[in-house]
């Protein structure tokens, strides 16, 4: 799937706080998490139209059920409640707690209902972090944080914490735990690898990262965790950050303290903004008076035409081989 380049933004935005909600955050995709296959109509709240787009593993096209993906329904009836998935969720074979359809933490969530669940790669319901047993976070360096491998591999995306502006003395956020070992290095130094400096990484990342990567990362975030909290605040926080003895991880309810959820420099290449009309980390909704359905075209609606909505009251479902994020059917990591 591509990110439309004209939407990643060279710096980022820093709006006045707006509320803080404290409501149901699901967890969901935008417009830049766009593969656009063929038309189609409104999806399940209403219509025939369409189905899901393949996402980073491949998948049905937009067309309805004669092209593997789901048709629209004809629409909620009766009380809005927000449907669970229904399909387990794997992560590149492997099913984690954020897709193996358990309320893990017992808190009534389910899955990708739950606000600390960002993704099918993500072994805990109850934080942010997401304990995978690839993700030793000892490393300075990062790959794309949104599957489940430690190490660049063939996504291609390359970042480092040594590139991080916040990562000086006395704190080094976001990675406390690990002391100076990846203090800010400055913009004109190389990182190994690829061999390009922190300004260049920081401008640039690969067509294959956006294209692997982008679809999974979450509204309000980067491919490497660092993401908006509070939504369209200007602050940004790393997901995977430890406290400084390991003994504390970030969640939802602990965004603003920055001691469990450390700031960090998001990364302007693949940095996925929230929008109004979208779903997004600690964005649990689109904002009033925008329109229903999965159409927007030009960045109106709460997805790319073509890819299923989801996780809103009356809103169907992801089928198999899909997760919601950020409020879209996103195909799951193969």
């Known amino acids: 799937m591509n990110l439309r380049p004209a939407r990643m933004h060279d710096e980022v935005r820093s709006h006045a706080v707006g509320y803080w909600c404290a409501i149901l955050l699901v967890v969901a995709c935008s417009d830049d998490h766009i593969n656009v296959v063929g038309g189609g109509g ?22 309805g059920p004669s092209a593997g993906g789901p048709a629209g329904g004809a629409g909620g009836s009766g009380a809005s409640v ?17 897709g193996d359809l358990v309320d893990n933490d017992k808190d009534g969530l389910l899955d990708s209902v739950d606000p600390d669940c960002l993704g099918p790669c993500d072994n805990t319901e109850d934080s942010f972090f997401p304990d995978l047993p690839s993700n030793t976070n000892n490393s300075c ?3 794309c944080y949104w599957d489940a ?4 591999g063939d996504d291609e995306c390359y970042w480092s914490h040594e590139c991080d502006t916040n990562n000086v003395d006395p704190n080094y956020y976001p990675t406390p735990w690990l002391g100076d070992n990846c203090a800010y290095v400055g913009e004109d130094v190389d990182i190994n690898p690829p061999g390009q ?3 260049e990484l920081y401008a640039t990342q690969s067509a294959q990262c956006l294209s692997f990567c982008g679809p999974l990362t979450p509204n309000g975030c980067d491919c490497f965790g660092c993401c908006e909290l509070p939504a369209n605040s200007g602050s940004f926080i790393f997901v995977g950050s430890v406290g400084a003895d390991e003994d504390t991880v970030c969640s939802i309810a602990d965004a603003g303290d920055p001691d469990k959820c450390h700031p960090c420099r998001p990364v302007a290449a693949c940095l996925n903004d929230c929008d109004p009309c979208e779903v997004c ?9 925008c329109g229903e359905g999965g159409g927007g075209g030009g960045g109106g609606g709460q997805c790319a035409d073509g890819i299923q909505p989801c996780g809103l009251p009356d809103q169907a479902a992801c089928p ?4 919601c994020i950020t409020g879209c059917c996103i195909g799951v990591p193969e």
């Open 42 to 63: 409104g999806g399940p709240l209403g219509g025939a139209g369409a189905g899901v787009v393949g996402g980073a593993g491949g998948g049905p096209s937009a067309g």
């Open 82 to 98: 927000v449907v669970p998935p229904t399909e387990e969720a794997p992560c590149q074979g492997m099913v984690y707690e954020c």
């Open 141 to 143: 360096k990062l790959d």
């Open 149 to 152: 491998g430690d190490g660049s």
């Open 197 to 199: 400096t922190c300004g």
């Open 281 to 289: 980390v600690g964005h649990p909704e689109p904002e009033p008076g």
């Open 320 to 323: 198999g081989g899909y997760s």
